[in-house]
């Protein structure tokens, strides 16, 4: 029997706990990330999290948070970073592309068709009692999600990872310092204590 070409990629991944996990194409990429931008009222990230860790089982819970927290140190929109890289990472540029295009694409097209309704009909009460609810919808998904997250970095036992999350709340939360200051400090402490537990 030929042996199989090492170049072709795996249409699977093993995860650190062995478990065989599917790696998506890019026209999969591209409907996830479009469900995301479609349903994602007022932020995709709580459905992010849904459709990638929970529906399709593409990333762990605790992948899905060391990849967002990457993203959240480079400059852009948070989603929109993670739709590249992790497009990237599974199918190259065609994956980064797809997934870029399924996030914004939907959207676009939606608000290009709300702006012409709210332009008409914006001023009705009805409507502007809508728009509450859905601002209050959107901040229980953030919650939700943000609960969700922290339930997978708390998990294990107590790590410098977690005074590092700790001392980043009080100093930009409850302190007010400045969050350029902050990440001067701690990101570069951060990155030290990964590098020292390292395997």
Known sequence: MPEPDASVPSPTTVSEAGAARPVPGAAELFLAFAKMAVCGFGGVLAWSRRIIVQERG?????????????????????????????GSRCAGLPGALAALLGLIGPPMVLMIVAGILYRHYGALPALRGMFASLAAAAAGLLMATATQMVRATIKDRLRPAHLVTLATF??????????????????PVSVGLAWWRRP
Request: hydrophobic content about 60%.
């Open 58 to 86: 593409w990333l762990t819970p605790e992948e899905f948070n060391e990849q967002l927290a990457l993203c959240q140190v480079l400059p852009g929109g948070n989603i929109l970073n993670f739709s590249v890289m992790y």
């Open 170 to 187: 009080v100093a930009a939360g409850v302190l007010r310092w400045p969050l350029l200051l902050v990440m001067a400090v701690l990101m």
